[in-house]
């Protein structure tokens, strides 16, 4: 089956510009996460979608930080604006939505994001 | 808060030596945890579950709720394990808590 996809894979842009990363997951997969990785350090959950609702975005900056998944499938991720700080790795992810979860997240290749 | 911590940035072992990644959480409640891997220019990916018990290229983790560990064992390195290696804790409604990582480095 095809993988997560993410698009840009790199992007550089300056501080106080925006920026929008865009996320494709598996098919079927009702569960979307966008994961910001800074280098040194794991994952950390920026927002979770159930289809196109959002379960959790407590970690977003949302003054800066805004995220859809219309139509339940695809999503996008958006800073606006930028700051240095938010240079990092952004990760999408997906999985089946199961009574039980079985712990099982599908990674795209993520996106590097360089703010200078 | 839950939390997961893993002490080692770092771990370069020879090839055919023992491997431990150690794994600490932090959790009020029945823990479920699990490691995922990165290899070079490969996605993160899951390697293995505690609920399972499973050994998956070698490797066994077992869950010690008193010393509230999670540490990834293998008793014979071989040079493809050489990768990064992130212990992660489920937090409510499918979501995780990752470790920062550890690099293991495979020596010949």
């Known amino acids: 089956e095809a993988g997560v996809a993410q698009s840009p894979r790199y992007k550089i842009i300056e501080k106080r510009q925006s920026v929008a990363f865009w996320c494709n997951p598996i098919?079927?997969?009702?569960?979307l996460y966008w994961y910001q990785q800074i280098l040194g350090q794991g994952p950390k959950l920026l927002i979770q979608?159930?289809?196109?609702?959002?379960?959790?975005d407590s970690q977003l900056p949302k003054d800066r930080f805004s995220a859809e998944r219309l139509k339940g499938v695809d999503s996008t991720l958006k800073i606006q604006p930028a700051k240095l700080e938010d240079s990092a790795v952004y990760l999408c992810?997906?999985?089946?939505?199961?009574?039980?979860?079985?712990?099982?997240?599908?990674f795209g290749p993520g996106t590097r994001l360089t703010v200078t | 808060a839950q939390r997961v911590t893993q002490p080692e940035k770092l771990l370069s072992v020879f090839k055919g030596a023992p491997v431990e990644l150690k794994c600490n959480y932090s959790?009020?409640?029945?823990?479920?945890l699990f490691w995922y891997v990165q290899y070079s220019r490969q996605r993160l990916q899951l390697l293995l579950r505690?609920?399972s018990r499973e050994s998956i290229k070698g490797f066994t983790a077992d869950l010690n709720k008193g010393e509230t560990s999670f540490h990834l064992k293998k008793p014979f390195a071989q040079e493809e394990d050489s990768a990064m290696y992130y212990c992660?804790?489920?937090?409510?409604?499918?979501?995780?808590?990752f470790g920062q990582g550890t690099r293991l480095t495979i020596n010949p």
């Open positions: 979608f159930q289809n196109n609702g959002v379960v959790d």
């Open positions: 959790y009020s409640g029945s823990p479920e």
């Open positions: 992810a997906s999985s089946l939505f199961l009574a039980g979860f079985n712990g099982e997240q599908y």
């Open positions: 505690h609920i």
């Open positions: 098919s079927g997969h009702a569960t």
């Open positions: 992660a804790l489920v937090q409510g409604a499918q979501k995780l808590v």
